[in-house]
């Protein structure tokens, strides 16, 4: 079965840039479901629907992102990092069979300081407004922290992502 480890964590933490950082590092493949759902058409009728909720910080209905995420992987030999998949516990259970989770990565820390990050990285991004942040803050907490429970303390490892990139790649490459 295909192999892939999974980062999860809240707005802001960073886990886009440490998914990088791992699969650089250690020759794995990246695949961020965010970024596949923001490149979708906007011309056309799926994709419009989907990016409206995403602008919204809403999550796009869970068979939908599995396929897409699907469809991007194919047969790979690699191990994957998958960078905000499965996003809940839904997505978790449709991916069951088709992909084993060797290891969850969780970056903890508190959301002021992940506000911040979000609000001067300035990206332009939709998302990132600060209501808009406050929503996704809320979605994380009752949609993708029970992933954790889900996966269970022996796969699962916490590291705090408020130090500096460096320092947290530090702890990331002490788990992997
Ligand atoms: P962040 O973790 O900072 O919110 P992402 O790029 O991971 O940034 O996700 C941005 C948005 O993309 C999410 O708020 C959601 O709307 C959508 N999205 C990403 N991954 C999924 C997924 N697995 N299922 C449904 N929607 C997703």
């Given at each position: 079965m295909?192999?892939?480890?999974?980062?999860?964590?809240p707005p802001g933490a960073g886990k886009g840039t440490q998914a990088k950082l791992i699969a650089k590092k250690f020759g794995y493949k990246h695949i961020s479901t965010g970024d596949i759902l923001r490149g979708l058409n906007r011309n056309?009728?799926?994709?419009?629907k989907l990016l409206s909720l995403i602008?919204?910080?809403?999550?796009?209905?869970?068979?939908?992102?599995v396929q897409i995420t699907l469809n991007h992987i194919k047969a790979n030999k690699k191990v994957l990092v998958l960078d905000g998949f499965p996003r809940n516990v839904i997505q978790a259970k449709l991916i069951k069979n088709k992909i084993e989770v060797?290891?969850?990565?969780?970056f903890?820390?508190?959301?002021?300081?992940?506000?911040?990050?979000?609000?001067?990285?300035?990206?332009?991004?939709?998302?990132?407004?600060?209501e808009v942040i406050n929503h996704r803050f809320?979605?994380?907490?009752?949609?993708?922290?029970?992933?954790?429970?889900?996966?269970?303390?022996q796969?699962?490892?916490?590291?705090?992502?408020?130090?500096?990139?460096?320092?947290?790649?530090?702890e990331v490459e002490k788990v992997i």
């Open positions: 295909q192999k892939a480890i999974i980062v999860v964590g056309t009728e799926l994709g419009k602008n919204k910080g809403n999550f796009v209905p869970p068979k939908l992102a060797i290891k969850v990565i969780a903890t820390g508190r959301n002021s300081v992940f506000k911040e990050r979000l609000i001067k990285r300035g990206q332009g991004r939709a998302d990132d407004t600060v809320k979605v994380y907490k009752t949609e993708t922290e029970p992933l954790l429970k889900h996966y269970g303390a796969i699962v490892h916490k590291i705090n992502a408020e130090p500096s990139i460096k320092a947290i790649f530090k």
